[in-house]
């Protein structure tokens, strides 16, 4: 941890609800990384992370606590599903002093992040989540939105491994200034955009 830290590190989390990725930075967070997620954002100032509420005051809040992170490792979780808003986040990051952004895009098949969202207590409408997932297959992440380094699981990611591998792998991969980590030991399928439905803006 203490060559992470040295980094001066921003995970940016990538993916759908169901995909995983509050799961992996709870993970994360327990190995010593700070976590700035939008879901506890969004319950700290509207009372419940299913509020949307005002975009400017939950992005205003996301500056604060990225730069109360700094120079700490950190995980930011959202969605991340349009380009302009992790644009917007990786800039802010550079301005803030993180010197390396990773984006980790959780990609997972759809039908797996739709059974997962019906179990859970609080669920995100469907056609949201395919929205959000067709955003992601018309816009995928790509190091020429300012990434470092960018890890892609094209399925279920095995929390009890990653949180142990993860820091590691990304240590390993930036030291030798790999331009982009695929497939590390994950099928990268998406579903065929046939199972979509027409998307709007998400953010």
């Known amino acids: 941890m203490s060559q992470i830290s040295a980094l001066r590190l921003l995970i940016l989390l990538i993916g759908v609800p ?14 010593g990384y700070s976590l700035v997620s939008t879901d506890q954002i969004r319950a700290a100032l509207f009372g419940r992370e299913s509020v949307q509420g005002d975009w400017s005051l939950i992005g205003q809040a996301v500056e604060q606590k990225l730069r109360a992170a700094f120079p700490c490792p950190t995980v930011y979780d959202a969605t991340n599903s349009r380009r302009s808003a992790r644009r917007a ?48 297959r018309s816009s995928p992440p790509r190091l020429s939105e300012g ?39 994950q099928s990268t399928a998406i579903a065929p955009i046939a199972q979509q439905k027409p998307n709007r803006t998400e953010r």
């Open 89 to 136: 986040v990786i800039r802010l990051a550079r301005q803030i002093g993180y010197d390396q952004i990773v984006g980790l895009w959780l990609n997972p098949p759809l039908t797996l992040c739709l059974d997962r969202n019906q179990q859970r207590l609080r669920q995100v409408p469907e056609p949201v989540i395919r929205r959000m997932y067709q955003q992601l």
């Open 147 to 185: 990434l470092d380094l960018l890890l892609h699981y094209g399925s279920a990611l095995d929390l009890g491994s990653a949180k142990d591998s993860l820091s590691r792998k990304i240590l390993l991969s930036l030291q030798a200034k790999k331009p982009e980590a695929k497939n590390l030991g």
């Open 18 to 31: 169901g995909s995983g990725k509050s799961s992996l930075a709870q993970q994360l967070q327990q190995t």
